[in-house]
């Protein structure tokens, strides 16, 4: 049985990403993950972790979606449609008459299409340059 829960354990969050190739890092830095996010969901089937989202959010005008995973033996089902709608829905129910959310997000290389569907658009575009980023990693 498919369920949504608000919990998952820094193991489990690491254990998704490395399902799908992502860089692994301290389970100390993924318990911050975890535990600092404005929130996060979590899929399961049984007790098993099957995908996570995290929202990163202060409650200002610039959300961050981060981390959505999905496990790739449990992709194509509507899982990741489900979590980002799911995001999307608390922003909404959250905000203030008049306020106004820039949700924003990394696409993995390939997976632009998927976020395109929910109102994403690719940067650059006529509006907005390039996004950027850069790992900082203290050996």
Do not use: H
Not at 10 to 25: D, H, I, Q
Not at 81 to 88: A, P, S
């Amino acid at each position: 049985m498919i369920q949504y829960t608000d919990r998952i354990t820094p193991e489990e969050y690491m254990e998704l990403r490395r399902k799908v190739g992502w860089m692994e890092f301290p389970i100390e830095e993924a318990k911050a993950c975890v535990e600092n996010a404005y929130f996060v969901i979590c899929v399961r089937e049984d007790e098993k972790a099957i995908g996570v989202v995290r929202l990163l959010w202060d409650g200002g005008y610039v959300a961050f979606l981060s981390d959505l995973v999905v496990d790739p033996a449990y992709q194509g089902q509507g899982i990741g449609r489900k979590l980002v709608e799911t995001v999307i829905q608390r922003i909404r129910d959250t905000m203030k008459p008049g306020y106004k959310v820039k949700l924003t997000l990394n696409s993995s290389r390939g997976k632009e299409p998927f976020y395109e569907k929910f109102g994403f658009r690719e940067r650059p575009n006529e509006d907005a340059g390039a996004a950027m980023d850069q790992w900082l990693i203290r050996p």
